[in-house]
Structure formats: structure tokens, C-alpha cells
């Protein structure tokens, strides 16, 4: 399979650098024509959409850039899906799970059928690509949770909740980037359509993890822990953050599998402890 990765962020390369099948794109898109072109010149059996605007230092940006934000996650996605239509071509486009706020009617969790409540600029960005993109044929939604990695960068979750002095301490669902770029790779080998969660099954807390963090990394961090609503109310965030649970049904259905999250979460903190010591060591 000849898979095609549109933008050269974070998750595109961690994508490039682990799948031997893989090419990358990183050109400037304006028009359906662009990406047609893109089709022509790289010939893909599938490809993996990484483009998108989350904002620096952090999603707050969006709140600001509005129209910046709209048109990299939602008219920018949506010419991505309309070439893919008219080039035949499977797309697998990364969404978010911050597209929930709250506890579901459901206490299992959020369904990839359920009906989303976004609140911040960001999140109903996201939503509004998944609304529209569902009704082309031939495309996969991926969404993601608080992407955890087991190396160093700033859109690593380990990396950002090092960085805080303060943390909210609430559970939630969370995607081990490992894990997400093996289920990533089986989606567009199945060319699955619809709505996928890729979350680790199970959920766990900021607190968690950075007890594990301690443990595993550095024992000498020391986080203060603030409630969720003094957020906003001491000026960390001028939106409240999305905090949920997702249901994972749709890859169950494919029995496609992820490790427990807590299982993933260590594996990753023992695998970044090491590079960590690496990196120190050819410093010196």
C-alpha cells in the first residue's frame, strides 16, 4: 500500500518516520486543485490528512484566530475530502475528541454516534469537519485524546503537563501515539469509512500520570494541583478544556485492539525515560 501523508506536523512524521509505505506532503493547499495535482504527482492508495490549526502556545490562539482556525480544520479538510471524491482516493482524517465536554447520557462514555457538544473555538472546528466530511463516501475520521508519546515534544501530553506549574487533576480518555499509528495504518489498509474514537481503552488521571512521571523520570517534579474550575478563574485558560470518556465501539467492531491506557502510559514513560538518558548522555 502506497499511503500519502498530507503535512508535515507532529503526527505526520511520527507516521512517516514508522511506516515503510509512506510518503509526505507538506505543500501549501488553497484550492481542490492543489490537492488533485498532490493525487497525480504522488499516485497514493490512501491518505492520511494531518493538516490542521490547534493554535500556539495552545488552543487559546484559536479563540483569537477564528477565521485562521475555520480555515485550517474544517474548508481545508473539506477540499482535501472533495479531490479524494473525484480521485477515487480513501482519505483518513484526524479528528478530536475534544468535540465532548462533560460526563455522557451514557456512562460508559461518548459514542462516535453521538451528537457532540464543543464549546471552545477549536473544538467546534473540529466538529464542523466531522459533520461535513461524513457525508462524503470513502473517508475515515480518526479522533484522538490528549496524544501521549514516548519521546520528547511539545505535543507530547508529558511534555505540556511537565511544563505546568499548575494542573487540574480530572480523568479522562487519552490516545498512546504508538498505539494510534498502528491503528491509524490498519484503517487505511481496510479503507474503513465513518467515525473511529482511537483511544486507549480505559481512562486515567493528570495526577496518574504524573505519578508514574515521578516514579519512572524524574523523581524531584512537583506539580500544584488546582480544581478544574479555577482554570479560568486564574487566567490559565480563557476556555474551559474538554474533559471526557470515549467509547471505542467503531475499532471494536473491527476488532482492532489498543493496550489499556495505563499499560501504554508506563510503557511510554520507560521508552522516554530512556531516550531522555540517551540524549543526556551525548551532552556530556
Partial sequence: MKILILG???????????WSDAEMCGDIINTV?????????????????????KGQP????????????????????????????????YLLHIGSGCVFYGESPDPKGWAETDFANPQATYSKSKYAADLALSKYPNI?????????????????????????????????????????????????????SGIYHVANPGTIKHKEIMEMYKKIVDSSISKEWIKEEDLVKQKLATKKRSNNFLQTKALNELRIEMRPVKEAVRDSLEKYKKLKDELLSRSV
Wanted: charged share 25%; hydrophobic share 40%.
Fill in 8 to 18: 508535515n506536523g507532529y503526527i505526520g512524521n511520527r507516521c512517516l518516520d514508522s
Fill in 33 to 53: 486543485d492543489d490537492i488533485k495535482k498532490i493525487i497525480d504527482k504522488y499516485k497514493p492508495d490512501g491518505i492520511l490528512n494531518t493538516i490542521g490549526i
Fill in 58 to 89: 495552545n488552543v487559546d490562539w484559536c479563540e483569537t484566530h477564528q477565521a485562521e482556525t475555520m480555515w485550517g480544520n474544517v474548508v481545508i479538510p473539506i477540499m482535501i475530502a472533495q479531490a479524494c471524491k473525484e480521485k477515487d482516493i
Fill in 140 to 192: 475515515g475520521i480518526a479522533r484522538i485524546r490528549m496524544p501521549l508519546d514516548n519521546i520528547p515534544s511539545p505535543g507530547n501530553i508529558i511534555n505540556k503537563l511537565v511544563k505546568y506549574e499548575k494542573i487540574i487533576d480530572v480523568e479522562n480518555s487519552l490516545t498512546v501515539i504508538e498505539d494510534m499509528m498502528d491503528v491509524f495504518h490498519k484503517l487505511l489498509e481496510m479503507k474503513a
